[in-house]
């Protein structure tokens, strides 16, 4: 795996699609499409990211990698279906930034393990905070990447605490990787570090564990 983790990173940077899809097919048939994102996928990413931070690739490298990601998640990962028609009282949602991938991968991994699960795609505080309460949504997974959209968490939560919800809030995504007090800082009831994480998080809750 760390061989084509390295290969993939290559790829990545070389904007080579066919050499993309083609490691990442060798590494599903080895693990499983799961393994093969968390483990394959989002390292490379957060690698290129770091090499960006250094100035040794361009956004518009990590912009174009990250689509040509994201169309292969789409394809091999369970299908997001935005209409479902029985009432669910979990949703997720990527709070004010355009970082979607994490949100698709949960999303799937989600649904994958037989949640039913409502997904607001992007929103601001306030559109989030009304639908969370008109749906009675009673477990939110909010996902973000910059610091500026986790701070924010602080006011969904300050939000939906003075309209009498008590919904409980999972969070995941780069600043809370970054600093491991943060979810705590921002008034979250748990953190996640990948999209198995979030499973674990919604079962203990399920069963009213803390
Ligand atoms: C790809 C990428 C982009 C792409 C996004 C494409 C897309 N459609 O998503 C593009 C090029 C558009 C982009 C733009 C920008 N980006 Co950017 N980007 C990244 C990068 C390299 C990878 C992100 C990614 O997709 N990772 C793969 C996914 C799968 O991982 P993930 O989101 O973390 O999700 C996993 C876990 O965190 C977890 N998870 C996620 N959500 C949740 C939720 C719950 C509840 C749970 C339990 C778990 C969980 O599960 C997921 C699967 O394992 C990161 C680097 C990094 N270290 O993250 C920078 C990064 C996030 N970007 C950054 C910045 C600064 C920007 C820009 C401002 C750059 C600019 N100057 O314009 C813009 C802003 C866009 C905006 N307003 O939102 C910074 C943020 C810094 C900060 N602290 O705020 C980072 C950290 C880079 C860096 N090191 O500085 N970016």
Not at 81 to 90: I, K, V, Y
Request: with cysteine.
């Amino acid at each position: 795996m760390n061989t084509l983790a390295s290969e993939l990173y290559v790829a990545l940077v070389a904007l080579d699609r066919p050499r993309i899809e083609s490691l990442f097919r060798q590494a599903v048939s080895r693990t499983s499409p799961m393994q093969a994102v968390e483990e394959l996928m989002v390292p490379a990413l957060i690698l290129l990211g770091e090499e960006w931070n250094a100035g040794k690739v361009a956004l518009s490298q990590i912009y174009m990698s990250s689509r040509i990601c994201e169309d292969i998640v789409k394809r091999i990962l369970p299908a997001t279906d935005a209409e479902r028609r029985s009432p669910s009282q979990l949703a997720i949602v990527v709070l004010s930034d355009y970082h979607t991938l994490g949100k698709r991968i949960v999303l799937s991994v989600m649904r994958a393990s037989g949640f039913d699960i409502l997904d607001y795609g992007r929103m601001e505080v306030d559109e989030l905070v009304e639908r969370v309460l008109a749906d009675d949504v009673k477990i939110l997974l909010i996902s973000v990447l910059m610091l500026p959209s986790a701070l924010k968490v602080k006011a969904v939560r300050a939000a939906l605490n003075a309209r009498g919800s008590r919904v409980r809030i999972a969070v995941g995504g780069a600043p809370f990787l970054f600093d491991p007090e943060l979810w705590r800082e921002v008034g979250a009831d748990a953190m996640g570090h990948s999209a198995a994480d979030a499973v674990t998080i919604i079962r203990r809750w399920k069963e009213n564990r803390p």
